[in-house]
């Protein structure tokens, strides 16, 4: 059974940083993509930054230049670093991972609980 646990999230005010943390813990054979999405009140869930098992990223465009994703494969973690942070970057953070538990098992997604960024002054 594969659990991930987020840290680190909380109020800042505008222009602060925040780092988020996730780790993969259970029955993992294997990890591809891990991200982070977030979702603010009212809105869709939206993908903010990924990165897969060789390092190669993607941000979305709201982020690019203030956020930096970064992953520990053999601790399956994977970190977000925000900065110059706005208040439009409120949202409840979600860690992603797609990942295999056993050679014979295919690639399904997981998701963390959720951790609140509040960006406000």
């Known amino acids: 059974q594969v659990q991930l646990v987020e840290s680190g999230g909380g109020l800042v005010q505008p222009g602060g940083s925040l780092r988020l943390s996730c780790v993969a813990s259970?029955?993992?054979?294997?990890?591809?993509?891990m991200g982070w999405y977030r979702q603010a009140p009212g809105k869709q869930r939206e993908l903010v930054a990924q990165?897969?098992?060789?390092?190669?990223?993607y941000y979305a465009d709201s982020v690019k230049g203030r956020f930096t994703i970064s992953r520990d494969n053999a601790k399956n973690t994977v970190s977000l670093q925000m900065n110059s942070l706005k208040p439009e970057d409120t949202a409840v953070y979600y860690c992603n991972a797609l990942l295999r538990e056993s050679r014979w098992r295919p690639i399904n997604a997981y998701w963390g609980q959720g951790t609140q960024v509040t960006v406000s002054s």
């Open positions: 990165i897969n098992s060789g390092a190669s990223t």
């Open positions: 259970g029955s993992i054979y294997s990890t591809n993509d």
